[in-house]
């Protein structure tokens, strides 16, 4: 198997386009394809403003949303370039291009069957009629701007094909249609209005003309869309006009190798197997629809990735950076697919002006200082309306305007999330180039905390800053120590130390870092009636010694975001104490309806259970209570359905999983960590810290031999897999060195493959 550098590996895979065979035949798709989702009922809840039901493809840029009805079946189209640029919500966010719409009452008489497979990533549906079968094949071309449909009918039948422009919502488009050379197409444009932050222009142009598609018997008709805005090109509309009017059945055998070789190449950077494939395949579908909605060299997917099928998503459908925005790729950095995350940062760089402009004015600090939502291009996503009138209006209150108001939510820790994938990709991959890249950010959340903490007592404070989401009425404007905070502020300090230390730059610089890091207040914790020590939301109201304490809480969700999940800043390595008291507030979350163990539908599936692996949770609970949470609300496309949810929930399976195989957020590569000794499990080219590639299995209770890939040459520090027994460590010049203890150490050389294996 091929390995790929996690900064390259979108590069390698490119290579492979044009290196495959001559077959369209990729086994390990077809092996992947067993992880099919099945639909046997027409989806209910398309369309929606949140999470749709339905068949689902995508290419990491445009997705396809496939409705069946009465009337026949819609491919409703999305794309995570084309916005309704407006620094205002709800009115601005992601926009609705438009549908292609295949009538016929016919369909409505038949037996519906469909499959959203996850190999080959393509959707498949068969229609059973009275006196036919119409089969049709959707995908979106992985390497390219383009939808193909594919239908087959064993008699003669005819459809009606049109594009369904979209109703406009909070804002007025302009639509157009018309045919070209045989094409038809349809345009939608935000324009002319200056209140927009850049003009939105998206063309869809298809092989056929709009009208009656009759389809002959046992030959194929190929519908073949092309997608471009004008993010893509200056030339859009007659981009995608081009592009349809000559297609070739050659074109298009063509484009199913490159698309078949990509999602080869992709299946192909890591490999699980813990023989439960109904937990698998949640496992692969999940990493097939986070490869849907996102990919390198394009735009960011928003809360619902590029699966929209109506014009007003819910919270517009931007990046929230208190978690939602953040937590989809939280499994691609252990599951070696770094290229999804690619396209994370730049939204987030290219709000560095505002962001220091924002503390600047309204704190009075240096660094960035950043709004809950954003999009592309600097937009301010959670602009409210801008008038008292206005917000009473819209929502019933007028802005409180704490530090920034309703745009801000009272968190002072927006930008420092915006960070933690930062981070994690940073310590995934110790890549000098992407350090050089993200440290001007991470140096502007450090400068923030340095001028923002206020030193009391010998401790460093974080004041006036939410626990979570603030707005009129809560009444906690002057929250002391956030849990979530502390976390951050710990993770930016040593991320800045970290990385100007690998760069050599800023050395004057540190030991303010290292002040605040030694001297900022520990996570609060109170004892609570019985006596136990538990942990608090935030230590207590108001900055003086006189302000009421806040009573113990518990472990939650938004606490691992600060702590655990993805800060990685506490653990059962690094400060055993408090990690103790985490799990000892997990252990009291089974409150007697279940509701506390995540088994709700709130927010933060992607967090609990991964959370819990980290901790020492019980393995055997953790799949238990992941499986009904599963069961209590999901859809046949295997998405898990939450009050939020969207995009943010395809992390929830794969990051548990590797989490419970293999864990290296503390620095040290732990095997099996959180893993029920009597189940056989195996895995491939997991991705640790220090820029690992690692691949291990479990039988018998008992640790098979590991091989490790070093792709920086890092000093390796691993807790022994075999206690009490020495090691043996096999360097790929032919070295050996047998280690003792229950932590061993071994220096490594860059791209070195080892083998590790008990000593006889």
């Keep these: 198997m091929a390995l790929f550098h996690p900064l390259i590996d979108y590069i390698a895979l490119a290579v492979l386009l044009f290196c495959s065979c001559s077959t369209h035949r990729h086994p390990i798709l077809d092996e992947l394809d067993v992880y099919k989702a099945e639909f046997t009922e027409w989806p209910a809840h398309v369309p929606t403003d949140k999470t749709a039901d339905a068949p689902l493809a995508g290419n990491g840029d445009i997705g396809l949303t496939m409705k069946t009805a009465e009337d026949g079946i819609t491919f409703f189209i999305g794309k995570n370039d084309f916005w309704r640029a407006l620094q205002s919500y709800p009115e601005g966010g992601l926009a609705l291009p438009g549908a292609l719409v295949l009538s016929s009452d016919i369909i409505s008489t038949g037996v519906y069957h469909a499959e959203q497979l996850p190999g080959s990533a393509e959707i498949r549906a068969t229609y059973t009629l009275p006196e036919n079968e119409l089969s049709v094949t959707a995908w979106v071309s992985a390497t390219d701007n383009k939808i193909v449909v594919e239908l087959n009918s064993k008699k003669k039948m005819l459809l009606n094909l049109a594009f369904l422009p979209t109703e406009d919502g909070p804002l007025a488009s302009v639509i157009s249609q018309g045919t070209d050379g045989g094409c038809s197409w349809m345009t939608r444009s935000f324009c002319d209005n200056p209140r927009l932050q850049w003009d939105s222009h998206i063309a869809l142009a298809l092989n056929h003309t709009t009208g009656t598609l009759t389809l002959k018997p046992g030959k194929k008709e190929t519908l073949v869309l092309a997608v471009y805005t004008n993010i893509d090109t200056a030339d859009w509309k007659q981009k995608a006009i081009s592009e349809v009017q000559n297609c070739l059945d050659k074109d298009m055998d063509a484009l199913k190798k490159e698309h078949r070789s990509w999602w080869s190449a992709f299946w192909n950077l890591s490999h699980i197997d813990i023989g439960d494939e109904w937990m698998e395949r949640y496992y692969y579908q999940s990493q097939y629809l986070l490869a849907c909605s996102s990919r390198a060299g394009k735009i960011a997917p928003g809360l619902w990735g590029p699966f929209i099928c109506s014009e007003e998503t819910a919270w517009a459908g931007d990046y929230h950076l208190n978690y939602n925005y953040q937590s989809p790729y939280w499994g691609c950095f252990s599951s070696n697919h ?394 790929s010049d032919g070295r050996t060195e047998k280690l003792q203890g229950d932590f061993v150490e071994f220096p490594t050389q860059k791209n070195e493959k080892l083998r590790i294996t008990k000593s006889l």
């Excluded at 801000?408 to 981070?423: I, L, T, Y």
């Design 338 to 731: 770094i290229s999804l995350t690619e396209n994370y940062d730049q939204p987030i760089l290219d709000y560095m002006k505002k962001g220091r402009a924002y503390a600047r004015e309204l704190l009075n600090c240096r660094g960035l200082y950043y709004p809950v939502g954003i999009g592309p291009f600097g937009l301010s996503s959670a602009a409210w309306p801008d008038t008292d009138e206005k917000m009473k209006e819209q929502y019933g209150y007028s802005d409180h305007m704490l530090d920034g108001g309703n745009m801000f939510w009272g968190q002072k820790s927006n930008a420092s999330f915006g960070a933690v994938n930062m981070m994690m990709r940073f310590y995934a991959t110790w890549d000098e180039e992407y350090a050089r890249k993200i440290y001007p950010y991470i140096l502007g959340c450090a400068e923030f905390w340095e001028d923002y903490l206020v030193l009391r007592d010998g401790k460093y404070e974080s004041v006036n800053d939410c626990f979570n989401e603030e707005w009129p009425g809560r009444g906690r404007d002057n929250d002391v120590n956030p849990v979530c905070s502390l976390g951050l502020i710990r993770m930016v300090m040593r991320g800045a130390l970290d990385i100007s230390s690998i760069l050599d730059v800023d050395g004057n610089r540190r030991s303010r870092w290292h002040d605040i890091l030694d001297n900022l207040s520990d996570y609060p914790v109170g004892n609570t009636e019985d006596g136990r020590l538990s942990l608090k939301n935030f230590d207590r109201k108001g900055i003086d010694s006189k302000s009421e304490d806040f009573k113990p809480t518990g472990l939650n969700r938004i606490h691992m975001h600060g702590v655990l999940i993805p800060p990685m800043v506490a653990g059962p390595l690094t400060d055993a104490g408090f990690s103790r008291i985490m799990l000892d507030d997990m252990n009291h979350w089974n409150a007697p309806d279940g509701s506390d163990w995540g088994r709700s539908m709130g927010n933060g599936v992607e967090t609990v259970y991964a959370g819990a692996a980290r901790l020492g949770f019980s393995p055997e609970k953790i799949l238990q209570y992941l499986r009904e949470r599963i069961e209590m609300g999901s859809y046949p496309n295997c998405y898990i359905v939450a009050a939020g949810g969207g995009i943010e929930t395809l992390a929830a399976v794969p990051f548990t999983i590797n989490e419970m195989l293999m864990q290296s957020f503390e620095g040290t590569l732990r095997l099996f960590p959180c893993w029920e000794r009597s189940k056989d499990a195996s895995f491939r080219h997991l991705r640790a810290n220090g820029a690992f590639l690692v691949s291990s299995s479990i039988e018998n209770g008992t640790i098979g031999e590991v091989e490790l890939l070093s792709e920086q040459g890092r000093l390796c520090r691993m807790e022994n897999p075999w206690p009490g027994q020495t090691i043996l460590v096999r360097h």
